[in-house]
């Protein structure tokens, strides 16, 4: 059995199933913004989303008290994950089930596709899975010869339209239901071909398709979204029961969970069973909660393997900076109110976690320097966090992962960059009141420009350019706020109402001397 020692980096390579796009994240959202009816599909469904969800959220009189619960239980649970691992670990041992170490998205694929071989089957079916997604299982199923056959409905469509997801929760929310007719008609063997594109003729399509896979297959591969330390119990929410049929009928079930999604004891899914439902699909409760727990005798899988993932997590683990991004519990409600998510789409992330969680989980599992341009595909608005369920800041993240990636551009620079040099310029000035107090002054020389239209538009300038590219600045006042303030007050901002007004670097002297 191979040991995880957690808080210490990864030792094998990692990040292997993660999607490296082929382009940064500005080039690729400029391409998606060009496209009216992904950003139709994105709107009407993001929108429809958060509407559901602050219905359900406003129902709840505790909601902030059950935020900060289940903040505090992951917190708890990151700071003894070692401790809680292992005794989930002891607990599925002793009700039937093996567990399986991976520490990479290699080992993870070996120890499936091993096990699968091991049943004599060349086909399974799946439960949605994230961290399957994000060791490229299905791609590993693949180049074995063993066929993986995605039973969600959204990743169903997905993979008949041999595409990728762009949502945490739908990862066909790009798609509309005439573009969902055309997949099936093409891709789905015996199909009426006078299908329509209403919902229930779609899903009545699809339910039928499956049903054959789910009455034929011996083998089922899920994830988890809870696995409970203090009885290896195993939990999957899910509203369509196609998880249901995996996790009953096969004779062979694999779960595939990210180490992450221990939780201590049974009675803490009461906190996360009522958040994730209201903030992922706006609904009370999940449809199907399904909880297993090792092997029993006649009833459902007779052989249960669960496979934890490291793939990076220990290393987030000793980013004291990044380590809150392991709480998410996948409930996608940062995306559902993220501006820049909403226009751009999921593909845009060029990785398996799109949205706001996506640009600071995917940076800090593959490293910044392989996704820099995701903890920039963001306005810090702070939707997010005000969103998120388990109360991560994710703008902070963002800005610590911003600070990681200029730090380590510069320390790979002999020259600085002009925008380096701009900023330290700025800092420069904003470090003496004399010199603020001149810069704001000479601002109001970029009155020259705008005249006609009241706004200063592209300026032709270094660094300067690519702001002024996409957004226009209001043309500077005719007098700052500062030198307002003295004329009306007659004294300084900085000093309080009646007070001599000080010469800045007289006081900056006097505060020298007294100290």
């Keep these: 059995m191979t040991t995880v020692h957690l808080g210490m980096p990864a030792l094998a390579p990692r990040g292997v199933g993660h999607l490296r796009g082929e382009e940064s994240f500005p080039v690729a959202a400029r391409r998606a913004l060009a496209d009216p009816q992904l950003r139709r599909n994105l709107g009407t469904a993001t929108t429809t989303i958060r509407a559901k969800r602050a219905a359900v959220?406003?129902?709840?009189?505790?909601?902030?008290?059950?935020?900060?619960?289940?903040?505090?239980?992951?917190?708890?649970?990151?700071?003894?994950?070692?401790?809680?691992?292992?005794?989930?670990?002891?607990?599925?041992?002793?009700?039937?089930?093996?567990?399986?170490?991976?520490?990479?998205?290699?080992?993870?694929?070996?120890?499936?596709?091993?096990?699968?071989?091991?049943?004599?089957?060349?086909?399974?079916?799946?439960v949605k899975s994230m961290a399957t997604q994000e060791i490229g299982l299905n791609e590993a199923f693949e180049a074995a010869g063993i066929n993986a056959w995605e039973t969600d409905l959204?990743?169903?469509?997905?993979q008949l339209g041999q595409d990728?997801?762009?949502?945490?929760?739908?990862p066909a929310i790009h798609r509309n239901r005439a573009e969902i007719r055309e997949i099936f008609l093409r891709e789905m063997a015996d199909v009426d071909p006078a299908l329509t594109d209403e919902p229930a003729v779609l899903a009545g399509a699809a339910r039928r398709y499956l049903r054959r896979k789910f009455l034929s297959a011996k083998v089922a591969v899920s994830g988890a979204n809870f696995a409970v330390a203090e009885t290896g119990t195993l939990a999957v929410v899910e509203s369509e029961g196609n998880g249901r049929m995996c996790l009953t009928l096969p004779?062979?079930?694999?779960?595939?969970?990210?180490?992450?999604?221990?939780?201590?004891?049974?009675?803490?899914?009461?906190?996360?069973?009522?958040?994730?439902?209201?903030?992922?699909?706006?609904?009370?409760?999940?449809?199907?909660?399904?909880?297993?727990?090792?092997?029993?005798?006649?009833?459902?899988?007779?052989?249960?393997?669960?496979?934890?993932?490291d793939n990076g997590r220990t290393a987030v683990l000793s980013d004291a900076g990044g380590r809150d991004a392991l709480n998410c519990i996948r409930c996608s409600a940062c995306l559902n109110v993220c501006p820049v998510y909403e226009?751009?789409?999921?593909?845009?992330?060029?990785?398996?976690?799109p949205g706001p969680i996506g640009a600071i989980l995917s940076p800090l599992l593959t490293g910044v320097e392989d996704n820099a341009s995701l903890p920039y595909a963001s306005s810090l608005c702070g939707a997010c966090y005000d969103v998120c369920p388990v109360k991560i800041n994710i703008p902070e993240i963002l800005v610590h992962l911003r600070a990681e990636h200029v730090e380590a551009q510069a320390a790979e620079r002999r020259t600085p960059t002009a925008e380096a040099a701009l900023m330290r310029t700025v800092s420069w000035v904003m470090r003496d009141p004399t010199r603020w107090a001149?810069?704001?002054?000479?601002?109001?020389?970029?009155?020259?420009?705008?005249?006609?239209?009241?706004v200063i538009g592209d300026v032709p300038a270094p660094v300067v350019a690519q702001w002024t590219a996409t957004r226009d600045l209001p043309r500077p006042p005719q007098q700052t706020f500062r030198d307002w303030w003295a004329r009306e007050h007659g004294d300084t901002v900085d000093q309080p109402r009646g007070a001599t007004p000080l010469n800045p670097r007289r006081a900056r002297n006097n505060t020298r001397e007294r100290a």
């Design 154 to 158: 959204a990743e169903l469509i997905v």
């Design 251 to 309: 004779e062979t079930l694999i779960t595939v969970m990210g180490i992450e999604k221990v939780v201590p004891r049974l009675r803490d899914l009461e906190v996360f069973l009522q958040l994730l439902p209201r903030s992922s699909t706006g609904e009370r409760m999940n449809p199907y909660t399904s909880m297993w727990t090792g092997v029993t005798p006649g009833d459902g899988p007779q052989n249960f393997h669960l496979i934890l993932l």
């Design 57 to 126: 959220v406003g129902e709840v009189a505790d909601w902030e008290e059950l935020r900060e619960a289940g903040r505090q239980l992951k917190m708890h649970t990151m700071a003894h994950l070692d401790t809680y691992l292992e005794q989930l670990e002891a607990a599925v041992t002793a009700r039937g089930g093996v567990v399986h170490w991976a520490r990479d998205a290699t080992e993870a694929n070996r120890i499936a596709i091993d096990l699968v071989r091991a049943t004599g089957a060349d086909e399974v079916v799946k």
């Design 164 to 170: 990728r997801p762009s949502h945490i929760l739908v």
């Design 343 to 353: 226009r751009a789409g999921g593909h845009a992330y060029g990785s398996v976690y």
């Design 438 to 454: 001149l810069a704001l002054r000479s601002g109001r020389l970029g009155r020259m420009l705008g005249r006609r239209r009241g």
